[in-house]
């Protein structure tokens, strides 16, 4: 049955009981002493009028937990595998830190020049036993010089093998080596200020470290005094390219601008004839007086050199090429370059 709604009526009924329940008896027993009492803060309340704490509740802890616990010891945290001494090969022992699989150099004419080169802070020489007959000329000509050299570390081939990338063919020795000092293209213009024939190779855009690394050493070969790429698209002197140019990083230096076509044009204010290499040059590269200040321009392995960087040359020039391929790899291709500067002078 449904309850039936409040009446307005009912509201001036009075209220059934006493307005607060008795503690003991009747509502009559319900004095003023009982309200002040009840109307006390909890904690002046007498304690049998408070409700027991927790832990009262509980009663005391027994002593037998804390019995089993000492029988047990003290817990042990598991042990994390990042806390466990890691047993490092011998390379990896041996290595500096910080040292970069591909931050290395290696193979004998690199690591022979970086060790003869004042400029070079070596860090570590890692090498094997039949290697050190090798780069004995070496050592006697940095101990001439009085060059400040650490101790030949000898290693197996197998422990180098793991110091340097897959395939690298480092015969038996590796060098650990702070970078070579940046050069800056002013440098350049001032060295070649006092050499009427001063020559330099400008690459647009080259990025393939073997194809800079034979560049360098052609450069070197035949006494260029410069290599210039643009920072942003040229490979980092890796031990790919050491090896490639096989000695010639230390010999010529490796000099990065931000801007290849602004670098052309103080070439050009510096009395240098920008001479760049395309398959749409009107005239051969022989053709080409190249008995002054020369600076080879050469572009990148598939698309050449850029618009911007062609129209800022002095001149076009072709290589004389027969047959069904018209063009050369661009390390070749600064090769005959090279030494058809060196043959004219």
Not at 234 to 249: E, F, H, I, R
Request: glycine share 8%; charged share 30%.
């Amino acid at each position: 049955v449904a309850a039936r709604p409040p009446r307005r009526d009912d509201w001036d009924r009075p209220m059934k009981g006493p307005r607060k329940p008795a503690r003991a008896g009747s509502a009559a027993e319900y004095t003023r002493e009982d309200r002040a009492r009840d109307d006390r803060p909890r904690d002046d309340r007498p304690r049998d009028d408070r409700r027991p704490r927790s832990d009262e509740r509980r009663g005391p802890r027994p002593q037998g937990g804390q019995d089993r616990r000492r029988e047990r010891g003290p817990e042990r945290a598991p042990e994390r595998r990042q806390d466990r001494p890691r047993e490092a090969p011998e390379a990896e022992q041996a290595a500096q830190p910080g040292t970069g699989k591909h931050n290395l150099l290696y193979g004998l004419h690199p690591v022979a020049a970086a060790w003869v080169n004042p400029d070079r802070k070596i860090r570590g020489l890692y090498i094997t036993e039949s290697a050190l007959e090798a780069l004995d000329p070496a050592f006697e000509r940095a101990h001439e010089l009085e060059l400040d050299r650490p101790e030949p570390t000898l290693l197996d081939k197998d422990a180098l093998d793991k110091l340097l990338p897959p395939g690298a063919v480092h015969q038996g020795v590796a060098l650990d080596t702070a970078p070579l000092d940046w050069v800056a293209i002013e440098d350049v213009i001032d060295a070649a200020a006092s050499d009427p024939q001063a020559l330099v190779i400008v690459l647009d855009q080259v990025t393939d470290p073997h194809n800079v690394g034979a560049i360098m050493r052609s450069a070197a070969a035949f006494g260029a005094k410069a290599v210039i790429v643009q920072d942003r698209h040229a490979p980092p002197v890796t031990g790919v390219l050491a090896k490639t140019a096989s000695g010639a990083v230390d010999a010529v230096p490796l000099v990065r601008v931000t801007n290849l076509a602004r670098a052309i044009d103080q070439l050009k204010q510096a009395a240098f004839w920008t001479v760049g290499l395309d398959e749409s040059g009107e005239r051969a590269l022989h053709q080409i007086d190249l008995t002054g200040r020369t600076a080879i321009v050469l572009g990148s392995e598939g698309e050449g050199m850029r618009r911007l960087t062609g129209e800022r040359c002095d001149e076009i020039a072709k290589l004389p090429t027969q047959g069904q391929i018209g063009s050369l790899n661009v390390s070749n291709a600064a090769a005959v370059a090279l030494y058809e500067v060196a043959r004219r002078r």
